[in-house]
């Protein structure tokens, strides 16, 4: 059993490698090419910090086969040694949380590097080392306390259930939910919301959400500038609990016009239910993986030396999601593709095609959102149709953008990651 997880892992492994090293060879050879929607310089600028970012994948996915290797040859046996064992529920709560600190530990240079030397040298991050540690320490203490009541409840329904795979589903879907209505509340413990100034533009606002049918709690605008130049806008939250968030960055860069124009993409996922279509399909994928996780034969746990208990359960779970989730990507991702499309149809009727074809253009170029990846990057990973499609359906014709590219664009709706 053991042998059949670590060949499953390395294809998965090699995998994720092959389509990052196409991708690297792919951006390398069209950024040298005519650009693209963008001027020259910032063009080859844009697939360079594309390339680099792939390029650190790269050792990122070494990186977890590594950890994979020792966790499945020593390091599950080493952390139980460790912690000691006496079955209860707080044991195992004990062995995830060890579980998940080393993964986080052995991950945290490279998103120090990420934030501190590739964002900065392309003028992105405005992150402090201070933001940072505050940041990491409240994400771990948040971890530590609403993580522990969560595996400390999966562990109980292990202990309670035969099917406990089904009732961990519930349990998990659950969480979910709450994590969706309580995402507001979540992030102002690490961002400043400030209610938007009364004036035009939020009386634009409230009256495209008003005809959209759209209760919620408040147009805010978010802080987002003390961490990062990007540009961003979204709901969050469920029911009465969503709220409109604009960054600090976006009102910065954009006009009213095409704000209410991005908006109006954002209410077109409101209107076709997206959000609750995404919850369902998160769902799905859950009750695959819980199945199939709930059906591993005690075999496995015995060949790694331990005893197949709910803690070393849970842990082998995070580690085999990856994989999993992989296999499903391709789907969710053109079903979001798909969505995308039709959002962005009810965005050019709310706030003007030309207002949504300028707001995205401005994207673009304000996120150094590379216009172009390799197929195999688009089929597997793209939330986002490519934004030169995303155009031609807008009605905007491509060979306009070196006309354009004195115009300066949110790297999630303009690139599709």
């Known amino acids: 059993m053991l042998n059949a997880i670590v060949i499953l892992y390395s294809l998965y492994t090699l995998l994720r490698l092959y389509i990052s090293i196409m991708q690297i060879g792919y951006l390398n050879d069209v950024r040298k090419k005519s650009p693209v929607l963008m001027a020259k310089e910032a063009y080859t600028e844009a697939g360079a910090y594309a390339a680099s970012k792939e390029k650190l994948k790269l050792i990122g996915y070494f990186v977890d086969y590594l950890l994979f290797l020792w966790w499945v040859f020593g390091g599950f046996a080493a952390l139980l040694h460790f912690v000691g064992t006496d079955g209860t529920v707080w044991h195992s709560v004990l062995f995830v949380l060890g579980f998940v600190a080393i993964n986080y530990i052995v991950s945290l240079p490279m998103e120090w590097y990420e934030k501190f030397v590739l964002d900065k040298r392309f003028g992105f991050s405005t992150m402090t080392p201070k933001l940072f540690v505050t940041d990491q320490l409240k994400s771990a203490l948040l971890f530590a306390i609403i993580g522990s009541a969560v595996i400390a409840a999966l562990v109980a329904v292990m202990h309670s259930f035969e099917t406990w795979w089904f009732w961990a589903f519930v349990l998990l879907f659950a969480v979910v939910i709450a994590a969706n209505l309580l995402m507001p509340t979540l992030m102002a413990l690490f961002n400043k ?188 990973y793209y939330t986002h149709p490519p934004i030169l499609e995303r155009l031609k359906a807008l009605g905007y014709d491509p060979s306009q953008s070196d006309a354009d590219a004195s115009h300066p664009s949110i790297v999630d709706m303009a690139q599709g990651h």
């Open 193 to 380: 919301f400030t209610p938007l100034q009364e004036g035009v533009l939020k009386a634009r606002i409230e009256q495209i959400m008003q005809e959209a049918g759209l209760k919620s709690d408040g147009i805010f605008v978010m802080d987002a500038g003390k961490r990062d130049n990007r540009l961003n806008a979204f709901f969050g939250g469920l029911g009465k609990s969503k709220r409109v968030v604009l960054f600090d960055t976006l009102l910065e860069k954009l006009d009213d016009d095409e704000i209410v124009a991005v908006l109006g993409h954002e209410l077109g996922h409101f209107k076709h239910g997206d959000i609750f279509k995404n919850i369902a399909l998160v769902g799905l994928l859950l009750f695959v993986a819980l199945y199939l996780f709930g059906h591993l034969s005690d075999t496995l746990f015995v060949q790694m030396g331990v005893q197949p208990d709910a803690g070393a359960k849970i842990a082998m779970m995070i580690l085999l999601f990856g994989p999993l989730s992989l296999f499903f990507t391709p789907l969710l991702s053109f079903l979001s593709r798909h969505n995308e499309f039709a959002a962005d149809r009810h965005g050019s009727e709310v706030g003007g095609k030309q207002h949504l074809i300028s707001a995205l253009l401005k994207l673009v170029r304000e996120n150094k959102a590379f216009p172009l990846s390799h197929p195999l990057v688009i089929f597997f």
